[in-house]
């Protein structure tokens, strides 16, 4: 079995590739794809993993959706890996939470939010974004 997964970025595509692959064990060969690259032709695979209703969305009207694939539209959270770390961070601390698009960096803090993990003062934060202000020294 293939699984394309298709993400905005390359770093997010491979970031869901390494993290899926702890699941599929070896069952499925897991190739990754990203749109802001330039996907000039659907992925073809048996199953398409997609990182987020944006990047569906932007395959759709590209014409670049698979049609005989199944797609998955899958809902992200917060890296395990750093989890750790956002929870040991001090309440009221001003953090600033940066994704490759302005719609992830809000849905990962909604995430957070969602898990209890509201003590800190998240600023979602994209390159696209202004520079955040000062008091978020964090990232």
Not at 52 to 57: A, F, G, H, I, P
Not at 67 to 82: G, K, N, P, Y
Request: aromatic letters at 6%; hydrophobic letters at 40%; a negative charge.
């Amino acid at each position: 079995m293939t699984v394309a997964v298709v993400a905005g970025s390359e770093s997010t595509a491979r970031v869901l590739v390494r993290q899926l692959a702890e699941y599929v064990e070896g069952r499925a060969e897991l190739v990754p794809y990203w749109v802001d690259e330039g996907l000039t032709e659907p992925p073809e695979a048996d199953l398409v993993v997609l990182s987020s209703d944006l990047v569906r969305k932007e395959l759709a009207a590209s014409g670049l959706l698979p049609r005989r694939s199944e797609h998955l539209v899958v809902r992200r959270i917060v890296d395990c890996e750093a989890l750790e770390r956002v929870v040991a961070l001090p309440p009221g601390l001003p953090v600033l939470f940066v994704n490759d698009r302005p719609e992830t960096a809000r849905d990962c803090v909604d995430s957070l939010r969602d898990l209890g993990l509201d003590g800190v003062k998240w600023l979602p934060w994209n390159p696209l974004d202004p520079p955040p202000p000062p008091e978020y020294r964090i990232a």
